[in-house]
């Protein structure tokens, strides 16, 4: 099975674990939410669903990534291509595991959700501007006031930064090798956290092609037959796996299953690292 599909197959269920009776966090932050007040009276479900939407959403663009990379891997494209996708990998990895951070309260993932949202929508908004595309800059800018006034809606304190946009006052975002970091902390493995993205960006730069690699079969310069490169999907494959399994635990549903196609293309990895065989299907 594909990861891809493999994800989309969990991702087009969550409707489902809302109304689940099963214990799980999900479960625990649909009742804490009714202590929270937003304008007219408690959190419902719905609030909830919004912020696990975007925390699955980010899980499931990383399942795309991953085999987007692996397409590449059969491809006669430089290996930079590869490195620079894996590194974009690893940063949308590290958002969905931040957003779905299990010590987080229903408040604060809820502000996270919607902080990295606005961040993204005011990103988009900054481009149609810079290019002078009214139309699609006049969509962006409802997009934002609708978040902005939904947040308003639930409770979120809405202030202004240096330039006047509207931002979350309680939201406090984090960069993305802090992110890269935090996942290669707590997820384990052979991840390599931010010393990999450190090496990564730097390649993806054009820095590294005189660099020593810290990892063992690491090529010093860029090869132009990806077939040969498998080992540097190895990192993009561990953190999809490990955030897939971190939604999945969050809305109570079982990890087993879910875990053997990961460690299975894992072991296919390893065992190419060293031959130009292709590896199997992404």
């Known amino acids: 099975m594909e990861l891809r599909c493999h994800v989309q197959a969990d991702t ?14 999900l479960r625990k932050e649909i009742i804490a939410a009714r202590d929270e007040v937003g304008c007219e009276g408690p959190w419902d479900a719905r609030v909830v669903l919004d ?3 975007i925390s699955a959403g980010t899980v499931q663009t990383l399942s795309y ?8 891997l059969h491809a006669p494209v430089s290996m930079r291509a590869v490195q620079a996708l894996v590194r974009t990998a690893l940063e949308t990895a590290a958002r969905a595991w931040w957003l779905l951070d299990p010590a987080l309260t229903i408040r604060q993932r809820v502000t996270r959700s919607i902080g990295v949202t606005l961040q993204s929508m005011r990103d988009e908004q900054r481009a149609w501007k810079k290019l002078g595309e009214a139309g699609p ?3 962006s800018n409802e997009q934002i006031n609708h978040l902005v006034e939904w947040a308003r809606y639930i409770g979120l304190a809405i202030t202004a930064d240096k330039l006047g946009q509207p931002r979350l006052a309680e939201f406090t975002p984090s960069t993305a090798s802090e992110m890269v970091a935090k996942l290669g902390d707590e997820a384990g493995g052979s991840l390599g956290g931010s010393a990999l993205y450190s090496w990564l960006s730097a390649s993806t730069h054009g820095a590294a092609l005189h660099m020593v690699p810290f990892t ?23 953190s999809l796996r490990a955030t897939h399994l971190r939604l999945a635990e969050y809305v109570g549903a079982s990890s087993v299953h879910r875990s053997r196609p990961y460690d299975a293309l894992l072991r296919e990895l390893h065992s190419k690292r060293s031959d130009k065989t292709p590896v199997g299907v992404f």
């Open 12 to 25: 087009e269920r969550l409707d489902e674990r809302i109304l689940s009776p099963v214990d799980s966090q």
């Open 51 to 53: 912020e696990l939407l």
């Open 65 to 72: 990534q991953v085999y987007s990379i692996g397409r590449l």
């Open 137 to 139: 800059l006049k969509r």
């Open 216 to 238: 063992d079969g690491v090529p010093q310069v860029p090869r132009t037959n990806c077939r040969e490169l498998a080992w540097v999907l190895k990192p993009a494959v561990i």
